[in-house]
């Protein structure tokens, strides 16, 4: 008895083979053209010159997508691919409906391969189905091998490896599917091809050895390497994964055997092939071609009257005509090929293109920066040598007043001396001769040292501040947006080669004080300036640096409507964010910059428009310290018996929106309410009690809507787990509408609201709800 075992029913492909099936097939196509010799087409239809030279794209073609070998006895299977006999026989897969009794076989006869081995079942290790054949040792009187009947309840089926199309196995089994003979032929020339190509070359070297590569001693077919013995001991053992593979002798060795086999070196003759048989008559040849089945048949298929009805040409006929067709064909695919390789060309031009230009790019921005950093190292210069002369300066005139009091200081000193003497004489006649003139010097010296002789004429800080920030922030800033909006603006180009030679002007002329200004109007980045929800968020820069600093800013926004501007920020920040706007709305806004001497020109305006309707959370900040909230504070519960109020994260006074609270659990009957509130309502209590809410309560059963306590507009009806509750403020109407589940709940709740209000929502431990908002506001509105 004998059993066979299938290795895979998901064989290993090539992924290039699964991701290019037709790529395959005109490779396919190109080989089967050749086959056909040249008779069949004029120098015209031909689609190239000449066949292809790299053979190794052509081997591709030849090998079978499951062991990845060359095709040996290919069948063609329905969908036009093409396997091994023996790969088919492993990926064939049996699918019985029931236990199948196991028969012994008589012997192994090499003459069943190809008529009896594909009738045997096989052993899958998917369906755990099992079986043997016991091949028939009876022939008909015309030769042919007579089958037992197919045992009932009882399917194979193949699964092509390349397209994955599957397909039923009649009786015959494999020997239903034909013996692609063309392919067959082409292998075969191919073989005595290469062989005569590596006969001729030199002996193929190993190409894994580091050096001196050897002479290699065999080659994997699917690896496609050549190994010595060292290295295939080393890095392809015959164990694991690569036992499946096949080591086969390389090239020359093959052809150097057939040479030593055949005499003199000369390639054996390839054989005639035989004529095509028949499938279902194998003693019969093909003679004529079925257009409607698109499959030849022998005459005995037409006596038997299985083609009666078709359309049946002469085989050679059919034959000249798909060569034509063929032809005809490769012709649009050499056009396409063509293409193909001219952008190839082209691609490949791009990339040395792409590489010169950015080579090109970085030297140019290379050489910017450069010119920024050789223009500040000169405006340093510049700036240092302001500094020293104003450093000179402050020292010469602290060393002439000090020379200057040095001199005056020793002739006060030397008077004083003399005086303390001539006071020390005892000579009145003598003293009074020259005392009048003495106290004249005395007077006169003591008038020279008056109070600002004795205050330095300079300090000792310097007088210069040099405000960088403006500069550094641009800098900052730079990018390449900036550089092409300098580059396309000549009057912002202008603007800077004037004030950097306003600059040098002021260098050169140290004693001259530059004009002071007020700052240029900002500049909006509008890649900055955005809005979410109802909140507006703007950023702007300085156009340039400026003489005097920038103080602050001042940003302005209409009312949504077109109306008058109005200050909502001042301060030193370039950013700012704008809450409590109204929802579906468009606001203007402008900036102004500000410094010691004025306030400045205003920005171009930008408008920004809201959200249509509003997202919103729950807000944790003004809830109560027994909510919880979950879910990105979308989902909130309670921990107490008692009520607690939680608002949400979005403030209302203009407009239409509407909002839905889904119950997601409810025990116990309780009361939650729902509506809206003042950001300040009580959060201890049931949400309407107080008058700062207006909100509908609900149990499973009714409610009522309630603000300030009172209890109005009784409505039967009631939630439960699964309901959900929709909140509609129409503020153009100041109305408060209710719904559940999408109906509206009673009539219109409350009127004539006016001022600001928040979404709000009271529940207590029994009670879990979660926020749905951005909702479209309902059409089904009652008065």
């Known amino acids: 008895?004998?059993?066979?075992?299938?290795?895979?029913?998901?064989?290993?492909?090539?992924?290039?083979?699964?991701?290019?099936?037709?790529?395959?097939?005109?490779?396919?196509?190109?080989?089967?053209?050749?086959?056909?010799?040249?008779?069949?087409?004029?120098?015209?239809?031909?689609?190239?010159?000449?066949?292809?030279?790299?053979?190794?794209?052509?081997?591709?073609?030849?090998?079978?997508?499951?062991?990845?070998?060359?095709?040996?006895?290919?069948?063609?299977?329905?969908?036009?691919?093409?396997?091994?006999?023996?790969?088919?026989?492993?990926?064939?897969?049996?699918?019985?409906?029931?236990?199948?009794?196991?028969?012994?076989?008589?012997?192994g006869s090499s003459d069943y391969d190809y008529l009896d081995m594909d009738k045997m079942s096989l052993y899958s290790e998917t369906d755990s189905g099992y079986g043997s054949y016991t091949p028939c040792q009876l022939k008909s009187p015309n030769g042919v091998r007579v089958f037992p009947p197919a045992i009932p309840h009882r399917q194979c089926t193949l699964t092509c490896p390349l397209c994955h199309r599957s397909v039923s196995l009649d009786e015959r089994g494999l020997r239903g599917f034909p013996r692609n003979r063309l392919l067959e032929a082409i292998v075969a020339r191919y073989q005595q091809t290469r062989g005569a190509s590596s006969s001729s070359s030199n002996a193929v070297k190993c190409q894994l050895c580091d050096r001196n590569p050897v002479d290699a001693a065999v080659m994997c077919e699917q690896c496609d390497v050549y190994y010595c013995n060292a290295c295939q001991q080393r890095c392809h053992p015959s164990r694991g994964p690569l036992a499946k593979h096949r080591l086969v002798p390389p090239p020359n060795k093959a052809a150097g055997a057939g040479a030593s086999g055949g005499g003199g070196g000369q390639q054996p003759p390839a054989t005639a092939r035989k004529p095509a048989t028949c499938v279902d008559h194998e003693a019969e040849n093909f003679s004529m071609y079925c257009s409607s089945c698109k499959t030849p048949v022998c005459m005995k298929c037409l006596e038997e009257g299985k083609h009666a009805k078709h359309d049946v040409k002469p085989l050679a006929v059919m034959w000249k005509q798909h060569k034509c067709q063929i032809s005809q064909a490769l012709n649009g695919v050499s056009d396409k090929a063509k293409d193909a390789k001219e952008f190839l060309v082209q691609l490949k031009n791009m990339l040395q293109q792409i590489q010169e230009n950015g080579v090109e790019f970085e030297a140019c921005l290379v050489a910017q920066c450069d010119s920024l950093i050789e223009a500040l190292t000169r405006q340093k210069a510049k700036l240092l040598t302001k500094v020293t002369k104003e450093k000179e300066y402050k020292l010469k005139v602290v060393r002439d007043q000090i020379t200057h009091c040095t001199m005056k200081l020793r002739q006060t000193t030397g008077m004083m001396e003399y005086c303390l003497e001539v006071l020390k004489e005892n000579d009145p006649s003598g003293f009074l001769q020259i005392s009048d003139a003495l106290i004249k010097r005395v007077t006169s010296s003591q008038d020279q040292w008056v109070k600002g002789a004795l205050e330095p004429k300079v300090g000792p800080d310097f007088d210069l501040t040099l405000n960088t920030d403006s500069l550094l922030q641009t800098i900052l800033q730079l990018d390449f947006c900036q550089g092409k909006d300098v580059q396309e603006n000549p009057k912002l180009k202008q603007m800077q080669e004037a004030g950097s030679g306003e600059a040098e002007m002021e260098t050169e002329s140290p004693g001259v004080e530059p004009r002071p200004s007020v700052p240029p109007a900002p500049l909006l980045q509008l890649e900055k300036c955005c809005t979410r929800n109802n909140s507006a968020t703007l950023a702007w820069r300085v156009a340039m640096p400026t003489i005097n600093p920038i103080e602050g800013y001042i940003l302005e926004l209409d009312d949504g409507n077109g109306g008058q501007y109005r200050e909502v920020y001042v301060g030193k920040e370039t950013v700012c964010t704008v809450d409590g706007l109204h929802f579906n709305s468009s606001y203007n806004a402008r900036v102004k910059a500000y410094n010691s001497i004025g306030v400045g020109p205003y920005s171009k305006t930008v408008m920004l428009k809201t959200s249509d309707v509003a997202w919103f959370t729950f807000d944790p900040t003004s809830a109560h310290r027994d909510i919880v909230l979950t879910n990105d504070n979308q989902t909130v519960s309670c921990n107490s018996y008692d009520d607690r109020v939680v608002l949400g994260t979005a403030a209302f006074s203009k407009g239409i929106h509407y909002w839905e609270v889904s119950i997601d659990r409810y025990d116990n009957h309780p009361d939650p309410a729902f509506g809206i509130a003042r950001i300040n309502t009580m959060k201890d209590m049931m949400l309407g009690k107080d008058d700062k809410a207006w909100a509908m309560y609900v149990d499973n059963n009714r409610s009522w809507f309630m603000h300030n306590n009172s209890h109005t507009n009784r409505a039967e009806g009631g939630i439960t787990k699964g309901s959900t509750v929709g909140v509609l403020l129409d503020l153009t109407k100041r109305t408060l509408t209710f719904y559940i589940n999408k109906e509206q709940h009673g009539p219109t709740a409350f009127e004539n609201l006016d001022g600001v209000f928040v979404p709000a929502v009271s529940l207590n431990r029994n009670v879990q709800v979660t926020l749905v908002t951005g909702l479209e506001v309902p059409k089904n509105i009652k008065q």
């Open 1 to 107: 008895m004998w059993r066979f075992k299938s290795s895979k029913l998901a064989p290993s492909v090539n992924p290039d083979h699964n991701l290019r099936p037709s790529l395959r097939m005109r490779k396919v196509a190109w080989g089967a053209v050749q086959s056909l010799g040249a008779g069949a087409f004029s120098e015209k239809q031909l689609p190239l010159s000449g066949p292809p030279t790299q053979t190794g794209a052509m081997e591709e073609e030849l090998k079978c997508p499951v062991c990845g070998s060359l095709f040996k006895d290919p069948i063609l299977l329905p969908c036009s691919h093409n396997v091994c006999l023996g790969c088919a026989r492993n990926i064939t897969v049996q699918t019985p409906e029931g236990e199948t009794p196991v028969q012994s076989r008589a012997s």
